[in-house]
């Protein structure tokens, strides 16, 4: 498949925004995306899988008036484009009117001005023997550090290459290609009756851009080792530390709080909370979509309207939801350019590079000021619920006693209210850095009730 | 049927010769074993929100993957282009895992056995627009009418039809046709100034949309999801701390599904990765604990005529009365194992790899009355319906979210809890299972599972259970 076809996929996203208008549609939008993968896993030094293929899908949204009907297809062919907007056409019979429906104001349409850089000529020059060693290199220095690393789940090599258009009957058309990479390595680590596992990894837009496979492999190693033996906890209320890895999940909440279509529901705590206190004045969080070489970036959202830089708290009170066109209506308020969508049905609302920005301390400096507490290594389960703020766990990290590590801990959880926790936020880690479009530095919390044995 | 009459030999033209050439160039580098997993779905979903039927969606996405086996090394590729030169250009991909002389295949091929647990009376394509919206919108009027504290009602009614066929280089043929239908309702619930609570039920299987007209109905579930709201008004701060839990029959099954069930899937067993692994003969669990996976049972969830490699399912005992019989079998593991197959190699589609998943996963029902287990426990919590849960196959660890809970005071329920999660170790939990009830029943048919990023339709069940000290994450001490 052939990489370079953003026109290619602008003309046929047009071409479908032209069926539609002749079915009748007063309005309407598609998107085309094409990408091709490819996954690479080394096990105890064998290949173990490798995976390779090239696939492509259409999406279309047409609306007669403020209904809307959407269908989707794999078949690019003008015959199956033309079936889709046929069933699409065909759908918006039967939904009802909507007085919030419909596409962007003009003057929200258009593209980011800088270069992005999302697109690297190095993941597709990578030939696939490369790509198996550097799985083979991380794997085996997840399992020459130490003799307790006795088996493994594999180290993992993958790219992904892709394109997508946009194009809608207000006359947007846009298209960008991006690529991105990753390694990753699950060693399993055994002592007597005692057996954990871990993983660690690396992801970037250019191959050039990933961590050495060694370091990779050593720090998967380190983390696994570290859980080895651990104790539950005598239930009690506790200091809680998260680090950069599992402190990721709370602006995963905090999405969920923003998102326009919980606020718009009252689904969500801060409903009605615009320019009211949240969170400690530690506290700003930023969702960008303009950073160049990040994962959440992109020109434009998924509806063609700009992207942009938005602060959602600053110093801990809240200044912005996250919106897509219909949600900002039913608010009242302007999109923030986070309209997220699959192929099909009306878009959603995603997010770009979610951060919660950087304090000024070293992640040992916050241990030394618990003193006695619990930083969290590993979180399980959903237990969020972002109706009510209430917030349990499934934990696992190590006991810190004198701001030194005292022993591992597993099998206890941590629970509280999101709202408190985000209000107790004493102090904010200096190590902020992107592994995804999600990212934190490391977060003390401030007490937490700990249930174990 | 034969394969000539089949979805794809019909629809695509694919001949048995088609499917040998495809197979032939699959090993045409070596390889001991190759196959093609042909997919056609097709998809409706309608959704309701404030009452205006917003979303309104139809797809189709097909496509092929071809799978080579060498040794213990797999080569896949796939294409979403069902014609011959892209399928063969797939094929050749895939080939590239192995290193040696070609080798050659079966000629012809043996229709594998066919048996029919779903049938479908009403196929989606032929089911009016009309019928699924009436279906949301009678969900919705029916959670509104349920208690004036509720304000805000969503309701999706989703069905899917897949056609899939595999083809084995060693000569075997298999198709299926594979109907699944939800409805699931969400609602929230407030009063006064409180914050408001959250209800969600859902159901279905692999069912026609008569299901949702005779069986349960959009009212059912309207109901059931109100209720919890409802019922979560009331809601103390749950408790934390080790307890004795009592489990209510069906959905929280999923503890099995968690504790026992991913544990127990053959890949990580045969590297040695899992609390279970090598301990077939071993006593897992109290000897009241009997847990089945069983992909047969008619028209539910987690059920399949055969497997996403083409093998017959099965009824598999994995616990027997606290001892581990025997763990989930994909083709390459049972391979590297010595086993034979289980039905249970699994995929999301066909841009992914099958490995050993579960279907249906229940435990089966013991003797013990329902209200004598819950009379047996001084202070405690009784679950009534969880959300989801997640497990550390290595370590063994795994947490559930109980979303509708009560205290147990004196052997009665008294005041509902807020949703808290619990943990413990799978086989250390299952050896506190002190009371198994006499009725087994199976959920509504909602279960996802998730495994190395691929999501497969399943089922859980099982009768209620009290479970002797797992930790409860609450607030309240």
């Known amino acids: ?453 | 049927m034969q394969f000539r009459d089949s979805f794809f030999a019909s629809k695509f033209g694919i001949s048995e010769r088609d499917l040998e050439g495809w197979l032939s160039e699959a090993l045409s580098r070596g390889g001991g074993y190759a196959d093609l997993y042909f997919e056609y779905l097709a998809t409706t979903s309608i959704s309701i929100d404030e009452s205006i039927v917003k979303s309104a969606t139809q797809g189709v996405s097909m496509g092929v993957g071809v799978r080579v086996l060498a040794g213990e090394r797999t080569g896949y590729a796939y294409s979403d282009d069902l014609s011959p030169e892209r399928i063969r250009h797939a094929a050749r991909v895939a080939a590239c895992i192995a290193e040696g002389p070609s080798k050659t295949i079966k000629e012809g091929f043996l229709n594998g056995e066919r048996r029919e647990l779903y049938p479908v009376l009403t196929p989606p394509a032929d089911l009016p627009l009309e019928e699924r919206v009436s279906l949301v919108r009678r969900a919705d009027e029916a959670a509104r009418a349920y208690d004036p504290r509720v304000f805000m009602v969503q309701a999706v009614y989703a069905d899917t039809m897949k056609h899939v066929l595999v083809a084995t280089s060693d000569g075997r043929i298999n198709f299926d046709r594979q109907p699944m239908a939800r409805l699931n309702v969400l609602v929230l619930a407030r009063e006064g100034e409180n914050p408001p609570q959250r209800g969600y039920a859902g159901g279905g299987g692999r069912v026609g949309f008569e299901f949702f007209l005779n069986e349960k109905t959009p009212e059912y579930f309207a109901r059931e999801s109100a209720r919890q709201a409802i019922v979560q008004l009331d809601a103390v701060d749950a408790p934390a701390g080790e307890l004795t839990v009592v489990l209510a029959p069906g959905w929280p099954g999923v503890l099995l599904h968690e504790a026992v069930g991913h544990g127990l899937e053959a890949d990580f067993n045969r590297k040695g990765t899992s609390a279970y692994s090598n301990r077939v003969g071993q006593r897992v669990a109290s000897n009241l604990v009997t847990v089945v996976d069983d992909g047969t049972m008619h028209s539910r969830r987690g059920s399949l005529n055969m497997d996403d490699e083409g093998n017959l399912t099965h009824r598999n005992v994995l616990i027997e009365s606290g001892i581990l019989r025997g763990y989930l079998q994909d083709r390459l593991s049972g391979a590297i194992m010595g086993a034979t197959p289980t039905g249970n190699g699994r995929r999301e589609s066909y841009q992914h790899v099958p490995m050993p998943r579960m279907t249906n996963t229940f435990m089966l029902a013991g003797e013990s009355d329902p209200e004598e287990i819950v009379r047996s426990v001084k202070n405690g919590l009784y679950c009534a319906t969880f959300g989801g849960g997640q497990v550390d196959i290595t370590s063994g660890n795994f947490v559930f979210d109980a979303t509708e809970s009560y205290l147990i005071e004196d052997g009665k329920l008294t005041r509902p809890v807020r949703g808290a999660t619990l943990i413990g170790n799978g086989p250390e939990a299952m050896q506190r299972v002190t009371m198994v009830g006499n009725d087994l029943a199976l959920d509504e048919g909602i279960g996802i599972c998730g495994k190395d990023g691929q999501s497969v339709p399943v089922g859980v069940g099982i009768p209620t259970v009290r479970l002797d000290g797992i930790t409860v994450g609450g607030t309240a001490r």
């Not at chain 1, 794999?74 to 033309?82: I, M």
Request: proline fraction near 3%; include cysteine; aromatic fraction near 6%.
């Open chain 1, 1 to 453: 498949m052939n990489w370079h076809e953003g026109p290619h996929l602008e003309r046929l996203a047009g071409r479908v925004v032209s069926l539609a208008r002749e079915a009748g549609a007063t309005d309407s939008e598609c998107t085309i995306s094409e990408g091709s993968e490819f996954s690479a896993t080394v096990r105890m030094g064998e290949v173990e899988q490798v995976k390779e293929a090239g696939s492509r899908g259409a999406g279309v949204r047409v609306l007669f008036g403020q209904r809307t009907g959407s269908s989707y297809t794999s078949d690019l062919t003008d015959d199956g484009l033309r079936a889709m907007v046929s069933q699409a056409v065909n759908l918006a019979r039967i939904t009802t009117e909507d007085p919030f429906a419909g596409l962007p104001e003009a003057a929200d349409f258009g593209a980011v001005s800088h270069a992005l850089d999302l697109y690297h000529g190095d993941v597709e020059a990578l030939d696939a023997a490369s790509k198996v060693e550097m799985a083979r290199l991380a794997e085996k220095a997840a399992l020459t550090l130490d003799p307790r690393v006795s088996n493994s789940e594999g180290g993992s090599f993958g790219s992904y290459l892709g394109a997508s258009a946009f194009a809608n009957s207000r006359g947007f058309l846009g298209s960008y290609r991006a690529s991105n990479c990753s390694l990753s390595v699950v060693p399993v680590v055994k002592d007597g009756d005692a057996m954990e596992r871990d993983y660690w990894y690396s992801t970037a837009r250019s191959a050039a851009g990933l961590e050495a496979p060694e370091l990779i492999g050593r720090r998967a190693a380190e983390r696994a080792l570290r859980r080895l033996n651990a104790r539950s906890l005598s239930t009690r209320k506790a200091p809680v530390i998260f680090e950069p890895r599992v402190a990721r999940s709370l602006l995963s909440h905090v999405f969920e709080l923003l998102h326009g279509e919980s606020v718009y529901r009252r689904a969500s705590i801060w409903a009605g909370k615009l320019g009211e206190r949240v969170a400690g004045n530690e506290v700003t969080i930023i969702d960008d979509s303009t950073m160049p070489g990040l994962f959440g970036s992109s020109p434009f959202d998924d509806e063609g309207v700009t992207s942009r830089r938005n602060v959602l708290i600053d110093r801990g009170v809240l200044k912005s939801y996250l919106l897509n066109t219909y949600t900002a209506r039913k608010l009242g308020l302007r999109s923030t350019g986070s309209a997220s969508r699959g192929l099909t049905g009306n878009a959603g609302i995603g997010h770009g590079n979610l951060y919660l920005a950087s304090g000024a301390l070293k992640p040992e400096e916050l241990l030394r000021r618990m003193g006695t507490g619990l930083f969290v290594t590993e979180l399980m389960g959903h237990g969020f619920n972002a109706v009510t703020g209430d917030y349990s766990r499934g934990a696992a990290g190590l006991w810190i006693e004198n701001g030194e590590i005292a022993y591992p801990v597993s099998k206890v959880t941590i629970a509280g209210n999101l709202k408190e926790m985000l209000n107790q936020v004493a102090a904010i880690g200096d190590d902020l850095e992107f592994r995804g479009s999600v990212a934190a530095p490391t977060v003390a919390i401030g007490e937490m009730t700990i249930s174990g044995q």
